[in-house]
């Protein structure tokens, strides 16, 4: 069990003061828990959030007791890239929920090792129920049976754990194969052959003016 301690925020109190000690503002609710804000220790959040991501259980423990909660929502500081908010959902114990997981590609594909192909992924995440406590962290999709450019894994074939059941759409195209890019010829513009013998034609008076120039005149006797 990861559990994350907290205590009651004062909501007279400047959230940038509370990060410049290195705390964060957060908040906790659900359909039967009202609206809670907390404080907490931004290093723990952290650490926490890169173990269990948005679909793991997180038990804070603040003084008005123990709730068991998922990661909703986090707002991240677009200069320092660091967590400044954090949202909690609080649900219901015995009840299944609805939650998009993050897939991991695993495995090796032969239209990609083989025939060059590249790796399309259309969904990054797959929608899921299950009880909060049997989550996954990700779920794995083999790659394998990509064979070639025409193959494709759909939701409903992709393996899930035990106790989780799938609420995407099962004929929802997860990844596939794209052939490789061929490499187009390059234009080559068409010589204008007007152009050059005009310009030809242009020196050629040329040297034969500065010729007659060149020639010294007859002398008148």
């Given at each position: 069990?990861?559990?994350?301690?907290?205590?009651?925020?004062?909501?007279?109190?400047?959230?940038?003061?509370?990060?410049?000690?290195?705390?964060?503002?957060?908040?906790?609710?659900?359909?039967k828990t009202k609206s809670t804000p907390i404080t907490i220790e931004r290093k723990d959040f952290i650490k926490i959030w890169s173990t269990v991501g948005e679909s793991g259980v997180v038990t804070i423990k603040s003084p008005t007791g123990s709730v068991d909660t998922l990661i909703h929502a986090v707002d991240i500081d677009p200069v320092s890239d660091i967590p400044r908010h954090a949202d909690f959902y609080v649900f219901e114990k015995g009840k299944k929920i609805e939650i998009s997981v993050p897939l991991d590609f695993i495995g090796v594909s032969s239209?990609?090792?083989?025939?060059?192909?590249?790796?399309?992924?259309?969904?990054?995440?797959?929608?899921?129920?299950?009880?909060?406590?049997?989550?996954?962290?990700?779920?794995?999709?083999?790659?394998?049976?990509?064979?070639?450019?025409?193959?494709?894994?759909?939701?409903?074939?992709?393996?899930?754990p035990e106790g989780v059941v799938l609420v995407e759409l099962p004929y929802e195209?997860?990844?596939?194969?794209?052939?490789?890019k061929e490499d187009e010829p390059e234009e080559v513009a068409p010589v204008d052959l007007s152009a050059i013998e005009v310009e030809k034609k242009g020196k050629k008076?040329?040297?034969?003016?500065?010729?007659?120039?060149?020639?010294?005149?007859?002398?008148?006797?």
């Open positions: 069990m990861i559990t994350l301690d907290a205590q009651l925020r004062d909501e007279s109190i400047d959230n940038n003061e509370l990060r410049k000690e290195g705390k964060m503002p957060a908040v906790f609710y659900g359909k239209a990609i090792k083989d025939l060059g192909g590249s790796l399309v992924k259309t969904l990054h995440e797959l929608k899921i129920s299950a009880d909060p406590q049997h989550i996954p962290h990700d779920i794995k999709v083999d790659i394998s049976p990509l064979v070639d450019f025409s193959s494709q894994i759909l939701a409903s074939q992709i393996n899930l195209v997860v990844a596939s194969a794209a052939a490789p008076d040329e040297e034969g003016v500065s010729g007659e120039e060149a020639s010294p005149a007859p002398e008148t006797k």
